[in-house]
Every structure is written in structure tokens, then in C-alpha cells.
């Protein structure tokens, strides 16, 4: 293998120059450009004639040279280089701007294949700054199927080409396969060097198809086996604690404001279940913004506390973290339960007090930020560990949390919803429960999405709607302003919005540059209705609860992906008045229609996250970086599926097999799994 990390330096027609921009796309080493993977392909074998040219289409041409080249200079600065050549069909004209050099390239009578975009000017058919191979030759640039690669700057398609060329002429025959002969042939797959060869010069469909199964499921067994052994390594089998049945539950639950849905029923019987087995309870409970994840975790929290345990509940941000602490209080205002707060910005002396009473069990609930993983935080008895937002936090986190108490019941809740099927090859170690229903009597928050021209219109409608008693959000991207992007900063709207179209309403910035006491401040204000507008950036997407706020307005929505832009719609529908989400989109990519269309079309988080993992991969979708999963490089989870339900099936035999993967067979695997998590999970070892 020593090879594969040669500097691609030393590749032939590389050097230090290309290096410097092979840098830029990651690839550092011979082995970074075998895996570096072309995009897409061109298929240049099907020749066309010159009569079935047409505007703006490319086509690949064999043509005869049918007089001198001409070279025209119709302004300074622009000389316009043209060929005469023709087929059977008709003439045509190779043209090339400000390549006066290209003249000397062609003679009479010489045949040529060509490659180029038609454009019809004044009757005539040009093929613009075409390549070509001579003397009818099948060559390197036409009569075969191109790979595209992503570039970077001064970086050609052809110089790539040349470059994964050499490579693989001169290193292919260094890797070694990792998957042994006998998974090879149950699941039909080629052998790695010719999967490489395929991937970026396939000869046809059929060649192309081959090596990218091949490639797909050696990335999605790797990753699979790799998440499997964290997972065996974090979990353990001893016995868990075994709560008791509590009868005060039901009649807590008969004393609430509201009455669960049948959804939260069906959900905490099945925690229940699980805390009144010894088996340790492992649960994931997905529910869209507004289904009524926080009761959940505080019936479950009462049952810990009533069995005699301590409970536990980890957020993202402080902002979410103190609203958890307020709703629980509320709700367990007429217990006897001792409940706190721990954030980094309470004051030493009284963290030091609140770290006293938790150790000493004084304390029944603390809920908090990543400060509760610090290990200052001791527990006397921890029952059961609580984390929201799952999404936000890695592998790690969540172990941490669970390791300040002997084997305490976990569960972990995001208002992300995954598609089931995802979530269970993501969170194998997991039951999950889906809070799929939505309380009786929550508007459809109205989504309308439009462009910059109608900004006046909108604020305007934000102003009637304030007149009216509301609050609006209106949310921007960025902090400070952007040269590598146009797009109004928070502060910078936040200006002009106070001195020009909102000047007699009251105004607040947040942004999470801010430190947590003026964030907790400003949401206080705002809560309290002291704040009619609060221009923000997405440091309100998790979990502010503010009923009177019924308008959001999205800056540059085409900049957040569809589950951001759903949990941001999310902050409002809270209350008993009509809601309104409006997306401001001046992209007209297709991807940003697309979303649009969506979000305007459904409120359904669980039909949203399906889309979004369609349009964009799941590595942005999930933050996967946060879960210590890699990037893939050629797998898509959504796409690939199947293939990732055979990956997970063969991995779980595998690990029955050999645990650790210590026999020869696995021997290339197990490299194969170190190297791809060692910069994600530091802290593993995989003995």
C-alpha cells in the first residue's frame, strides 16, 4: 500500500504547480485521485451528421477538412478562427475564438472526429471551440465515453483526465481488494482494480454499472461495520435498572391542560415498557416540530424520579435548554421535585452549589447543555439520560452522558425527522417510536415563497400583522456581511430594517455570535412581548416556543436546506392564530424551485426529510460530520437503499462471526475501517 500514498507530486504531468490546485479538491496522494470520482460522463461514441445539427445542442461529428482556415478580426482585442469542413450531409465550420494557433492545425482533405456545441449564425452551423482527434482515429477526446470531474479553479477536465489516466496506468495494480473472494461472489461484484478502471473510463453502461455497485457496497459494508463496532463499543450488556409502575402517571396525565394524542399514548406505553423491563431502555422518539416531544420526556423523567432515580436531560443550546427547564417546572410545579439548570454561563459559585446537590442526589432533574458532560458533573443515582435534538450532537456526547450513571435508561429525541428506514440503519443501537400526528386543532402554517421584488409587500404584511398584536422572526444566513457571497448580512438588515421600513416598531438582533446572556435576554424580551420584530439567523431554528409570533420571513431561503428551512417554519404555528412562513428566493436553480415548491406544497416534516434526502444526500441533511459519520464518495443513502440493507445484513453476520475482526479473512477490512473513521472518533479502539 505504500505506494498509494506516493504525493501526487510525482504523478506524471502533475508537479508541484498542479499539486498546489489537486490540493484544493483534497486530493493530496495517488491514492486520493484513484477515489477521487468523476460526476458525471459524456458519451461521445455516437456519431451524428451535420444535418441533424441543432442550436445549442453538442454532437460528435466525422468530418473532412473542406478548405484553408480563415482567420477574421472584426473588433481589436477578438480574432475569430474558422475551418470549412463537411460530411455527406452538408458544411459545417469549426470556429475558435482568440486561438489564432489553430489555423495551422488542419490541412484540405484531412478527416477528422469532432466534439462541440452547434450554434446556428447568420445560416451557417458552427461547431464552437470543439476538441478533436485526426485521421479518423478513436482517440483520447472523441469516440469513447468522457468522465467529468468536479473541478477547482485553473484546473481543466483534460488536465484530470490526463492526470487519473497515469494513475491508474502506473498504480492500479498496488491495490489490494479488501473484500474476500467469498463476499465477492455471493454478491456478484468485481474486484476493486477493475471497479476503478471502470469508474472513470467506462467502456459502456453495462461496465459503468458494474463498477459502481462494486464500489458503492464496499464503501456502505465499511461504514456499516465501522458504525457497528462504535456501537458494540459504547453499549454493554449488563442488566439495566428495572422502574417501577407508578399510578401517579395516569394521574398527572388526567390532570394536563390538553390530552395526548393517540400518538404520544402509543409512545409512552412503549418507553414504559421499556423502563419497566431490567433490559437497559435504548429508545429514539422522532416527532415533527409541534407533535409534543417535551411532555414525553417529562412523564418519563416523573417515572424515573417516582421509581427513585435521578433524571437528566442534554439540549444543544442554552436558549432551548432553559425553555425545557421552564416547561418541566410548570409542569411539575405541585411535586416535590427538586429541578436545575446547568448552562456554562451560571456563575461559578452557584455551579459549584448545583454540582454539590447532584452528587449528593438533592437534585431530581438537571437539564443542561454540553456542560453536563464535563466531568465535574457527578450523579448519585442517574436513572435515565435524556438528549434533544439527537442530530446536534456525535456518537461521544451521547455515550458521555449515559456513562455518569450505571446503565440508565436512554432516550433521545429529534424534531428532525428521519425516514424510518434510515433511522434504523443509522441508529442500529436504537428502538425508535414516531410521534407521527400532530395535536388537535394546529394550524397549517401558510408558505409562500417569492423573490426581492416583492420584499415591500411582505414588509408590509409583517406591519399589519404586528398592528394586529403578532410578532414576526425575520431570518438571514449570515452575521456579518460576506464578500464571497451577496447576501444581506443580520446586523446589516437589521439596520436597515430599523431605519427605514419598521421605524416605529421595536426591534431586537440575535445572532449566535452573541454571548448566552444576551441571547437569553433578547428571547426574553421577545417572549415577554417587549420585541415586536427579531431579526435573526438560524440560532432560533431549535426549539424557541413564542405562541404570539405568527410570521416568519426567510432571507435568502435558497441558501438553508429543506429540513433548516422546515425547522425554522416550525418557531411559528404555535399559538391559536393564523401562520405564516415567507421563503424570499432570488435563486433560480432548479434545486432552490424545487424546495420551494415543497415547502409551500407541505407542513409533513417525515415527507420533507424524504425530499431533502433526495435533492441534496444525507451528509448535509443529518450534519453527519456532528455524528462522527464520514463523508461518502460515491453512495447515496437515499439512492442506494437496497444495497445498504444487504451492506447492514452482511456486516451484522460478519460481526456474529468474528467480533472484532481479528481472523486474515477481515484483516483488509478492519485497515479499511480505521482509516476511514481515525479523524471522526478518536476514542475508539477497535481490538
Not at 59 to 70: D, E, Q, T
Not at 85 to 107: C, I, R, S
Not at 600 to 625: H, M
Request: glycine share 6%; proline share 3%.
Amino acid at each position: 500500500m505504500e505506494n498509494l500514498n506516493t504525493s501526487i507530486q510525482y504523478v506524471k504531468g502533475v508537479g508541484p504547480k498542479r499539486a498546489k490546485k489537486l490540493k484544493r479538491l483534497n486530493i493530496k496522494t495517488v491514492e486520493d485521485m484513484l477515489y477521487y470520482f468523476p460526476r458525471t460522463y459524456e458519451d461521445r461514441r455516437k456519431l451524428n451528421s451535420i444535418k441533424e445539427c441543432r442550436n445549442g445542442e453538442k454532437v460528435n461529428l466525422k468530418v473532412i477538412v473542406s478548405g484553408s482556415p480563415v482567420i477574421y478580426r472584426p473588433r481589436r482585442g477578438l480574432s475569430i478562427t474558422k475551418v470549412p469542413v463537411k460530411d455527406e450531409t452538408g458544411l459545417a465550420f469549426l470556429v475558435w475564438f482568440n486561438q489564432e494557433y489553430m489555423a495551422k492545425n488542419f490541412k484540405i482533405g484531412e478527416i477528422l472526429r469532432v466534439n462541440g456545441k452547434v450554434k446556428i449564425a447568420y445560416n451557417e452551423i458552427q461547431i464552437q471551440n470543439p476538441v478533436f482527434d485526426k485521421n479518423d482515429r478513436k482517440g483520447e477526446k472523441v469516440g469513447k465515453i468522457i468522465p467529468i470531474y468536479p473541478l477547482t479553479e485553473k484546473l481543466s477536465n483534460n488536465e484530470m483526465i490526463k492526470i487519473a489516466n497515469n494513475v491508474l496506468k502506473n498504480y492500479i495494480d498496488k491495490v489490494e481488494d479488501c473484500l474476500p473472494d467469498v463476499i465477492r461472489k455471493n454478491f456478484n461484484l468485481i474486484s476493486v482494480n477493475d471497479a476503478l478502471k471502470n469508474i472513470h473510463f467506462p467502456k459502456d453502461r453495462k461496465c459503468y454499472i458494474k463498477a459502481r455497485q462494486r464500489l458503492v457496497f464496499e464503501e456502505l459494508l465499511i461504514l456499516q461495520l465501522g458504525l457497528l463496532m462504535i456501537k458494540e463499543n459504547y453499549s454493554n450488556n449488563k442488566n439495566g435498572i428495572k422502574f417501577n409502575k407508578v399510578d401517579e402517571i395516569k394521574k398527572f396525565i388526567n390532570t394536563l391542560p390538553f390530552e395526548l394524542t393517540n400518538a404520544q399514548k402509543r409512545v409512552f406505553k412503549e418507553i414504559e415498557q421499556d423502563m419497566e423491563s431490567d433490559k437497559p431502555m435504548n429508545r429514539l422518539v422522532q416527532g415533527d416540530v409541534g407533535s409534543g416531544k417535551t411532555i414525553i420526556a417529562v412523564l418519563s423523567m416523573l417515572k424515573a424520579v417516582m421509581s427513585g432515580y435521578q433524571a437528566v436531560m442534554m439540549a444543544p443550546t442554552e436558549i432551548l435548554a432553559t425553555q425545557h427547564y421552564e416547561s418541566i417546572k410548570e409542569f411539575l410545579n405541585n411535586y416535590n421535585i427538586e429541578i436545575e439548570l446547568l448552562v456554562g454561563s451560571v456563575p461559578d459559585k452557584r455551579k459549584k452549589e448545583i454540582l454539590k446537590k447532584i452528587k449528593e442526589g438533592k437534585i431530581d432533574i438537571v437539564v443542561g447543555t454540553h456542560a453536563l458532560i464535563q466531568d465535574t458533573v457527578e450523579f448519585d443515582k442517574l436513572g435515565l439520560a435524556i438528549t434533544d435534538e439527537q442530530h446536534r450532537f456525535g456518537v461521544r456526547q451521547r455515550a458521555k452522558l449515559t456513562q455518569k450513571g450505571l446503565n440508565p435508561d436512554v432516550l433521545v429525541m429529534t424534531a428532525t425527522p428521519i425516514p424510518r428506514t434510515l433511522a434504523l440503519i443509522l441508529y442500529g443501537d436504537l428502538d425508535i417510536s414516531i410521534i407521527d400526528e400532530l395535536p388537535p386543532g394546529r394550524k397549517k402554517v401558510e408558505t409562500y415563497a417569492v423573490n426581492s421584488k416583492m420584499k415591500k409587500r411582505v414588509y408590509d404584511f409583517v406591519k399589519k400583522q404586528i398592528k394586529e398584536g403578532r410578532q414576526a422572526y425575520i431570518v438571514c444566513p449570515l452575521v456579518e456581511e460576506s464578500d464571497s457571497l451577496d447576501i444581506k448580512s443580520a446586523t446589516e438588515l437589521y439596520e436597515e430594517l430599523s431605519n427605514e421600513y419598521f421605524t416605529d416598531l421595536r426591534l431586537a438582533l440575535l445572532h449566535g455570535k452573541m454571548n448566552a446572556k444576551d441571547k437569553d435576554e433578547i428571547m426574553a424580551k421577545f417572549k415577554n412581548h417587549e420585541i415586536d420584530i427579531l431579526i435573526s439567523t438560524t440560532v432560533i431554528e431549535v426549539g424557541v416556543n413564542v405562541p404570539n409570533a405568527n410570521i416568519i420571513v426567510i432571507e435568502n431561503a435558497e441558501r438553508f436546506g429543506l429540513a433548516q428551512l422546515h425547522q425554522l417554519r416550525g418557531r411559528v404555528g404555535r399559538g391559536k392564530y393564523q401562520s405564516y412562513c415567507i421563503l424570499i428566493n432570488d435563486s433560480n436553480s432548479k434545486v432552490a424551485r424545487e424546495r420551494m415548491k415543497i415547502m409551500e406544497r407541505t407542513n409533513n416534516g417525515f415527507v420533507i426529510s424524504e425530499k431533502d434526502l433526495e435533492i441534496r444526500g444525507p451528509g448535509e441533511f443529518f450534519g453527519t460530520r456532528q455524528h462522527g459519520i464520514p463523508d461518502l464518495k460515491i453512495g447515496n443513502i437515499f439512492r442506494d437503499m437496497d444495497m445498504l440493507k444487504q451492506a447492514q445484513k452482511l456486516a451484522l453476520k460478519i460481526l456474529e462471526e468474528d467480533r472484532h475482526l481479528q481472523s486474515e479473512k477481515y484483516k483488509k477490512i478492519k485497515n479499511k475501517i480505521i482509516n476511514l473513521f481515525k479523524d471522526k472518533i478518536k476514542d475508539i479502539s477497535f481490538n
